[in-house]
């Protein structure tokens, strides 16, 4: 019976001091944030959180580092038909040339099937222009930097491809900021304005990626909400990881989807980055989308690009 209580009162202390350990939540505006136990414990200043990552154009910066550097890269496309199975890929190898200050595609090797080019070998599919458009260069480009500018996003004088793109790069490269000129979208991907912070719950845990200790933020739409809140919603969940010593962003993955009736979308993607030098720079990226615009087929693609082997222009 010694031994019996002794167990017990052992298992007291234990239950004891896991009840105290519990997760805070504290309001920023009218963001919601809970701060689970790790993050309770390592103080961190919440709000300048918050404020850095609304603030944030590293990982803009990230890819905008690619318009400086050589790279090599592994490319994976595949359109899908409506019962989920492949009518067009395309797997290639491509290297990034970088001379003079200015940048050109090299296609290493490339095997195709379907219809994923027409005769004159333009995209058959608008997902494949797009990446193409995000990582290829068509003909040698010249005069890029990857200085972030506040008004790096310009969709005045663009129109059509051009305009679709840097709206698309508006939402991938800085999601949680408005968007102009996307009908019935705009404002409501604005994360942290109160109108729209309402409607998320907001995380900050920790947690190891890639054998770096991270922030873990995540910021994912309500369960509670009503029908016609729901129908605000376009990010439905966004995680970021950030290295803890220097706020390195190592990793995102994010959720969008939306139906407007003229259009509708679901779009997954996943990007985790690398350090080259004192570069940020994406290693790899993956997308999942399902969309439909009025006028255009319905296309269904899968892509995954992977990043390597990153050199300094001539």
Known sequence: MKGFGSGIFLMLICFAGFSQKKDSVVTIGKKVVTLKEVVVSNNLNVPGFIDRIKNDTSFYKAFRNLKILGYTALNDIRMLDKKEKQAATLE????QHVKNGCRSTEIINEKTTGDIYDAQ?????????????????KDTVCGETNIVGDAEFQIKDKSGIAKHKEQLKMLFFN??????????????????????????????????????????????????????????????????WFNSSNMDIVARNYDISYGAGVYDFDVKMEVQMDKFEDLLVPK?????????????KRERGVFTATLFDFKRGQ
């Not at 290639?92 to 290297?95: D, F, R, Y």
């Not at 070998?121 to 260069?137: D, P, Q, S, V």
């Open 175 to 240: 999601p949680g900021k408005k968007i102009p000129g996307i009908p019935f979208i705009g404002n409501k991907i604005a994360l942290f304005d109160d109108e729209v912070s309402v409607l998320y719950d907001f995380v900050i845990d920790m947690a190891d990626y890639g054998g770096q200790l991270c922030y873990v933020f995540t910021i994912k739409a309500r369960e509670d909400l009503s029908r016609s809140e729901k129908n605000d919603i376009v990010i439905n969940e966004m995680t970021t």
């Open 284 to 296: 790899l990226i993956r997308y999942t989308g399902n969309w439909h615009a009025v006028f255009k």
């Open 121 to 137: 070998k333009n995209w058959n599919y608008y997902t494949g222009e797009l990446y193409a458009g995000l990582f290829f260069a």
């Open 92 to 95: 290639s190898k491509t290297q």
